[in-house]
């Protein structure tokens, strides 16, 4: 009978059978064989091979004995060599990448969970040269904690770093060699808030950071980052009621602005909110704040420390309560486009006095 035997091992393996299987099933499949050698009953080929062509080669056929097949105890000593591959889920996405997610940790004591970094490099060669022949295109490999030890495995197969959470890193590798990688970066935006609080005596609303980027704190608007998740304007409210102790409540967006080359050469959009205010006492958040005051509008105009862009904020507030309109950009709840969840779009509503 035919006789094949894996890439780089002298170990014999009778047509249809396999010791490069998952851990778990060695015992069992060695187990089988030698009862079968025993009673001396040959095996039949399977119609679905269990391994990559590539990884075997054929020889003529041959009349030796089943007598000269390695043993039971040989083959289970030689089997751990063998069994470096264990399958990687992964799934196929709708423009023919794939993304392999390594995010449950291994159950401890159950070896099947587990995976070394040579099994990893293994198995990751094997699918990739298999990606590759079936014209897939981007590959992503989210890798997480548990897992991080296969993160130089995954560098020396040509894997990039993407973006890291605290939780995961994920990597990418383009495939196609005859044209650009067409897979997206990973965000490239911070989205800002800001509060312009005014209230009936015409006066804004105004801190010092505790820290800052200028050698000396300066007036400004109270705000900060958007949470996940977060609406501009559950941001402007939230993040002025933290920072002034001041309660609000929001009229519209007035005005946005759209900066480049802001932190870790990421850009920024910063979002002014027009806020009313429903309380008017302030209590400074110390961790965050030096200072903070009610300053009229027009002496703030006047502040030989104020932004060019704060100063903008400012004049068009003016414009905006000049005008005798009371409408402005607020947030429509709308259905999204999968129809399963809803999302917020800022358009003018054109009200007036």
Not at 33 to 50: E, F, G
Not at 317 to 346: D, L, M, W
């Amino acid at each position: 009978q035919h006789v094949y035997y894996l890439a780089d091992s002298s170990i014999p393996m009778v047509l249809g059978q396999t010791f490069w299987g998952c851990a778990r099933r060695k015992l069992s499949i060695l187990s089988g064989l030698s009862s079968r050698l025993k009673n001396n009953h040959p095996t039949h080929p399977s119609t679905t091979p269990l391994t990559h062509p590539s990884t075997v080669r054929t020889h003529p056929p041959t009349h030796r004995s089943l007598g000269t097949l390695p043993t039971l105890e040989q083959l289970i000593q030689t089997s751990v060599t063998m069994d470096e591959r264990k399958p990687l889920k992964y799934i196929t996405d709708i423009y023919n990448g794939v993304t392999v997610d390594l995010m449950t940790p291994p159950t401890p004591g159950q070896v099947d969970t587990e995976i070394s970094a040579e099994e990893f490099n293994s198995t990751l060669t094997h699918l990739l040269s298999e990606w590759a022949v079936a014209k897939k295109r981007g590959v992503w490999l989210k890798i997480g904690l548990p897992w991080s030890h296969l993160v130089p495995v995954a560098v020396q197969h040509g894997f990039q770093y993407h973006h890291a959470q605290p939780q995961y890193v994920m990597m990418t590798r383009w495939l196609p060699t005859d044209e650009t990688s067409g897979l997206p970066e990973f965000a490239n935006h911070y989205v800002g808030v800001a509060g312009l609080v005014v209230n009936d005596n015409n006066e804004v609303l105004l801190i010092k950071e505790r820290y800052s980027f200028s050698k000396k704190a300066i007036w400004k608007l109270p705000g900060g980052m958007a949470d996940k998740g977060e609406d501009i304007d559950v941001t402007a409210v939230r993040e002025t009621l933290e920072e002034t102790g001041v309660e609000t409540e929001f009229r519209c967006l007035l005005s946005f602005r759209h900066l480049h080359t802001f932190r870790y050469g990421c850009s920024d959009i910063y979002a002014v909110c027009l806020l009313k205010p429903t309380t008017l006492a302030i209590t400074p958040n110390p961790r965050e704040i030096a200072d903070c005051c009610w300053m009229d509008v027009e002496e703030y105009l006047q502040d030989p420390t104020l932004t060019p862009a704060n100063k903008h904020f400012i004049e068009t507030y003016k414009q905006f309560a000049a005008s005798g309109c009371v409408g402005g950009f607020v947030p429509n709840n709308i259905e999204n486009f999968t129809r399963t969840g809803r999302h917020n779009i800022y358009n003018c509503d054109y009200k007036s006095k």
